[in-house]
């Protein structure tokens, strides 16, 4: 509805039952950017996000039926978010998770590579042993970034606009046993999975 979607993947890429996939997050169009990509390719994943989402009207009931995970930041409460996605995923759900934790507070609509990763996924991954699918998207901040008005403004304007939007979605990692060096890797492969995205963007 807001833009022109386009997904690729790695020859080996697949989002496996029970998978981990882990996004760059740039913008607060992007989770609806990356879902409508996963839906194109028979995926419903289970989302984990920042619990403040839920006190928004009507957003937060339909994802609480969606089954999303609450993520309480700075709180006591965010060890129980790992609780629920390690369980969503032991179900055999796909989770999708932002390791960068928040978007880069900037005014411009440029792309930039992912931010520091937090522990979480990789903690995760290695406690439910599920793989780890990166996932690169690009174009999003082309619908909404900048101050409020001008978010608003281009969640008005994107459908006139149609600005073009890519997802990359990359092989599954194999992540070490070490969490600081599981969080690197994860982190390389979403940036790999996200410099694809964006190159297909300046190709087009």
């Not at 042993?129 to 174009?139: D, E, N, S």
Request: proline share 8%; glycine share 10%; aromatic share 2%.
């Amino acid at each position: 509805a807001v833009g022109r979607l386009s997904v690729t993947a790695d020859p080996d890429a697949v989002v496996a039952p029970g998978s981990l996939v882990v996004a760059n997050h740039t913008s607060l169009a992007d989770p609806a950017v990356v879902l409508a990509a996963l839906r194109s390719r028979g995926i419903e994943p289970v989302v984990m996000a920042t619990a403040g989402l839920w006190r928004v009207p009507f957003l937060g009931a339909a994802l609480t039926r969606g089954g999303h995970i609450r993520v309480h930041r700075h709180d006591r409460r965010a060890a129980r978010a790992l609780d629920d996605a390690a369980a969503v995923l032991e179900r055999g759900r796909v989770v999708l998770v932002y390791a960068e934790g928040g978007i880069a507070d900037r005014p411009d609509a440029e792309e930039r590579p992912p931010g520091p990763f937090r522990s979480g996924p990789a903690r995760l991954a290695a406690r439910t042993g599920a793989p780890v699918v990166p996932l690169g998207q690009a174009g999003a901040r082309r619908v909404t970034s900048g101050a409020v008005p001008k978010q608003l403004a281009g969640l008005v304007t994107a459908p006139v606009r149609r600005p073009r939007l890519h997802v990359h979605i990359g092989a599954p990692l194999s992540l070490s046993a070490d969490t600081r060096t599981a969080t690197a890797e994860a982190h390389e492969g979403v940036t790999r999975a996200w410099r694809t995205a964006s190159q297909a963007l300046t190709l087009g």
